[in-house]
T-cell receptor, first 111, second 111 residues
Framework: EAQVTQNPRYLITVTGKKLTVTCSQNMNHEYMSWYRQDPGLGLRQIYY???????DKGDVPEGYKVSRKEKRNFPLILESPSPNQTSLYFC??????????FGQGTRLTVV | SQQGEEDPQALSIQEGENATMNCSYKTSINNLQWYRQNSGRGLVHLIL?????REKHSGRLRVTLDTSKKSSSLLITASRAADTASYFC???????????FGRGTSLIVHP
């Protein structure tokens, strides 16, 4: 089954403790992206990747890192999380001529 | 980044009525996509319309595109309570980029 898998689904952590949210897709898609969704602000793009080893900043990249060492994986790294990064995070992947497919979401709370 | 802006922000109707939501964008596009999001879940692709198309149907969905006005509309006919969700438009350029999204239209269909 074609899917985008994010882990974990829920995470509560403390300020400053490094964390990684994983994202994996099994569709051999070139393009992957991370979004955060906050009430009243819609989905905002954090980082995206056009292919392996090719990443670029989206609209709200501050405080985040990504890597794309393999085509299927696109982890989101928060080196020093802060409470303003409490949000609902989505990973998505897309082929050259396909629509975007989304993961189930990761609800992150930073206290 | 290509970004659509949806209007209205919120729409509340009775079951059986039609729901219309609009999307405006700023730059030239190859295609425009509509997505649906159930509360707290990932977005699901509904329909894609190409820049050389003016109207497209899929079941109870009807999408129009006016490239001269840089706008699109999504019509859901004979709405059902299960249509309650947020709806987002996203634009594509060159068939390559992960779409970026606006704040969406929140649709509530009362049984």
């Amino acid at each position: 089954e074609a899917q985008v898998t994010q882990n974990p689904r829920y995470l509560i952590t403390v300020t400053g403790k490094k964390l990684t949210v994983t994202c994996s897709q099994n569709m051999n898609h070139e393009y992957m992206s991370w979004y955060r969704q906050d009430p009243g602000l819609g989905l905002r793009q954090i980082y995206y990747s056009m292919n392996v080893e090719v990443t670029d900043k989206g609209d709200v990249p501050e405080g985040y890192k990504v890597s794309r060492k393999e085509k299927r994986n696109f982890p989101l790294i928060l080196e020093s999380p802060s409470p303003n990064q409490t949000s609902l995070y989505f990973c998505a992947s897309k082929g050259v001529s396909t629509e975007a497919f989304f993961g189930q979401g990761t609800r992150l709370t930073v206290v | 980044s290509q970004q659509g802006e949806e209007d209205p922000q919120a729409l509340s109707i009775q079951e059986g009525e039609n729901a219309t939501m609009n999307c405006s964008y700023k730059t030239s596009i190859n295609n425009l996509q509509w997505y649906r999001q159930n509360s707290g879940r990932g977005l699901v692709h509904l329909i894609l319309i190409r820049s050389n198309e003016r109207e497209k149907h899929s079941g109870r969905l009807r999408v129009t595109l006016d490239t001269s006005k840089k706008s699109s509309s999504l019509l859901i006919t004979a709405s059902r309570a299960a249509d309650t969700a947020s709806y987002f438009c996203a634009t594509g350029s060159g068939g390559s980029y992960i779409p970026t999204f606006g704040r969406g239209t929140s649709l509530i269909v009362h049984p």
